[in-house]
Each structure stands twice: as structure tokens, then as C-alpha cells.
């Protein structure tokens, strides 16, 4: 016999509706039924959760992110760094790769696709964000500029043969390819393909929105910058409805004004947050290695010794209460890019509270910090 598991007594935001008191019933794995608390008083035969108020939201689906707490998805240490996700309030995310030299970056991609079916437990890997080595040398960002190389077919093809065909997404600079036949060859393949680290002009963009190019990663970092006479790649994001723009919402990589422009121009639907998360997210300050670089930890940001931002020193949630609490965001519209916006992108059934959608469910207390964490209906994490 399935379980039934009735939430209620909670705020629960789907998130672009608010049941306050709201109430969530699930059946093992997925979702049945959400609405107003007094409609699931007839509910019988199910273990009840009350939630004393507290809020109730889908968990955060990061599709940009390197690791934590010294653990860098790029190798064994992938089940370690699922554990550790639900925590953060994050239920899923897609393990993304840094650039190294091509046969190392292939040696580790062999690894994490061989600690794959050890994940356990923890947050659920969707699929492989490959971030390099694809990038434009002149926008490497922490990237070593020498590791770098133009994305073809062929790469495509080992990519998918390394890791099982779990590339779902690839961060590239399309003006170091033939574009037109690798955007085509990305999408017939279910590959999202992502423009960035990139120093494309804005006029080179549009055509490859047209053959499928649907996102771009960490918006502002690492791409042509927006001038009023030559928009590139910024000016682009801003522009094409179809380009759904990651924003690192750490605090540390875009200025709050800029993140609120950002998102008044695209609207929620087309902002997807990320993390950016490095392997050192969440370590104390100190000087560490990731992978061959050197990178120096602060507290609230990690770097290459020369001041270049090396990925984000935050999780998921502080992206999250920097838009509830600088940006001054409805929790709606934040829980919006941190959950819907990336999963549909993905084109998967999560990232809402929704009849048939997984039960990825987080129990947040009024500093929205999460106190309870689901997993496909499971749980995962509970706060000491
Ligand atoms: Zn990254």
C-alpha cells in the first residue's frame, strides 16, 4: 500500500499561489492534491503532518552548481554532495562540470557517471551540466584560457558516450562553433544548449535563438557586456523572450540593482537562480585547492588569488532570501526562479506544488532557513 501523507495547517505557496492555511497531500512519490487546509479535512487513512504555520514550499532545483563543503561533484564525491544538498533546501540539481584539460575533464566525468547509482538519500541529480572546457578564451572567468576548446559534434559525442548520455545541458560560446549545426544537433539530442562564458556580438545571438539556444549561464558574469551601441551578449539575454537567464543571487557576483533590472525586464518566468556553488561553498575562510586552481575562501565568497570570483561561496537559499530580503521580492516571484522556472527548462515535473508533480517539498522557518526537507515524498533531512 502507497502512503498517504496529508501537510496541513502550513503556508503553502505552489509557489505562484498562496494557501494560508494551506494543506498538501501525497502519495509516496508524487503529489495528489493541494489547496485551501479545510478542504483535506475529510482525508482519511493518512500519516498527518502538521505544520504549525509554518511555511511550505517546492525545494529549490539548482542547475548550476560545482559542489560543497570540499566536495566537487566532478568525481567520486557526487553521493556526498547529494547528502548534503537538502540541507540547503535544495531537493534537485544538475552536477556541472570546470574546465580542465579535455582528458582530465573526460577522467572525471567517468568518475561522477560511476558514482552515479551511489546516490542515495539525498537530493536527486538530473542530469550533467557540462561548464567547460567549451568556452571562449576570452571569457574563460576562472577558467584556464589554455584548457579551453571549441565545442563540436564529436565532443558532443564523447560527452554523452563518458557519461551514459547524461549531459542534459552545456554552458558554450557559440561563436567558437558551427553553431548551425550543433544547436540543432543539442536540442534533437534533449541537451539544452546554454550560451556562456561567450564574447559574441549581439548580432550573432538572434539567429541561434532561432535554432534552439534557450538559456544563458550566470547572466552578466563571464559574457560581453551590454554597451548602448553594441548590446552583446547582455544586451541579448535582455532582449530574446526565448533565452531564460541564470542569475548567480549570491550577492557578490551582480548588484542588487542590477539583479532587480534584470528581473523586471525577463519577469520570473524567464530568470532561473543558481548557485554557481564551488566544491569550497560553505567551507570556512582559508586558502584550499579546487581541482589545479588555488582559490582563497573569505567567508562569503571564493577567488583565484588575483580577486576573480571562482564560483559562489553560497547555496541555493541564500539566493533565495536575498531576493525575499534585499530585492524585497514576494516570496511568490523568488520561489518562482529558484524552482519553477529552472525544472521547466528542464522540462521536468518538479519545481511546483501540482497534482502528479514529485513531492520535492521544503518546511521553512520564518527566517526562511529549511527545517524539513522531501525527497520524492521522503524524507531527507531534518534540523537538529
Ligand atoms: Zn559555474
Not at 512519490?29 to 479535512?41: C, K, L, M, W
Not at 568556452?135 to 558516450?161: C, F, H, I, Y
Request: glycine share 10%.
Amino acid at each position: 500500500m502507497t502512503e498517504l501523507r496529508l501537510f496541513t495547517q502550513g503556508i503553502v505557496y505552489t509557489p505562484s499561489e498562496r494557501w494560508a492555511p494551506g494543506a498538501v497531500l501525497v502519495r509516496g512519490s508524487r503529489i495528489v492534491d493541494v489547496g485551501p487546509a479545510a478542504a483535506f479535512t475529510s482525508v482519511r487513512n493518512a500519516e498527518i503532518i502538521d505544520l504549525q504555520g509554518a511555511v511550505l514550499t517546492p525545494g529549490l532545483v539548482d542547475i548550476h552548481m560545482h559542489g560543497l563543503h570540499g566536495h566537487d561533484v566532478m568525481g567520486p564525491d557526487l553521493p556526498r554532495v547529494a547528502h548534503l544538498l537538502p540541507r540547503y533546501g535544495v531537493t534537485s540539481f544538475v552536477p556541472t562540470t570546470l574546465t580542465f584539460p579535455w582528458d582530465e575533464v573526460l577522467r572525471r566525468l567517468e568518475e561522477m557517471t560511476a558514482a552515479w547509482d551511489r546516490v542515495e538519500g539525498g537530493a536527486e541529480a538530473l542530469g550533467i551540466h557540462i561548464e567547460g572546457p567549451h568556452l571562449s578564451p576570452k571569457r574563460p572567468g576562472m577558467a584556464n584560457a589554455s584548457w579551453t576548446r571549441p565545442l563540436t559534434l564529436e565532443d558532443v559525442d564523447t560527452l554523452q558516450r563518458v557519461t551514459g548520455g547524461r549531459v542534459r545541458m552545456i554552458t558554450f560560446a557559440p561563436e567558437e562553433t558551427d553553431a548551425v549545426r550543433l544547436l540543432p544537433y543539442l536540442r534533437a539530442q534533449g541537451i539544452l544548449p546554454v550560451i556562456g562564458h561567450s564574447d559574441a556580438t549581439f548580432r550573432q545571438v538572434g539567429p541561434w535563438v532561432d535554432l534552439g539556444l534557450h538559456m544563458a549561464t550566470h547572466t552578466f558574469n563571464a559574457m560581453r557586456g551590454l554597451h548602448h551601441r553594441e548590446p552583446g551578449v547582455v544586451g541579448a539575454v535582455l532582449y530574446y523572450d526565448d533565452i531564460v537567464a541564470q542569475l548567480i543571487a549570491d550577492g557578490h557576483h551582480v548588484h542588487p540593482a542590477v539583479m532587480d533590472l534584470l528581473i523586471r525586464v525577463k519577469g520570473p518566468d524567464r530568470v532561473a537562480l543558481i548557485s554557481d556553488a564551488a566544491p569550497l561553498a560553505g567551507s570556512p575562510p582559508g586558502e584550499y585547492m579546487w581541482g589545479s586552481y588555488r582559490v582563497v575562501v573569505d567567508g562569503e565568497t571564493v577567488r583565484l588569488p588575483d580577486g576573480t570570483l571562482a564560483g559562489a561561496h553560497a547555496l541555493l537559499d541564500t539566493g533565495l532570501r536575498t531576493m525575499i530580503r534585499t530585492l524585497l521580492l514576494p516570496p511568490e516571484t523568488a520561489l518562482i526562479m529558484a524552482c519553477r522556472t529552472p525544472a521547466r527548462a528542464l522540462g521536468l515535473p518538479k519545481g511546483e506544488i501540482r497534482p502528479g508533480f514529485d513531492a520535492d517539498l521544503v518546511v521553512w522557518d520564518e527566517t526562511w532557513r529549511p527545517t524539513q526537507v522531501y525527497v520524492k515524498g521522503r524524507p531527507v533531512y531534518t534540523r537538529e
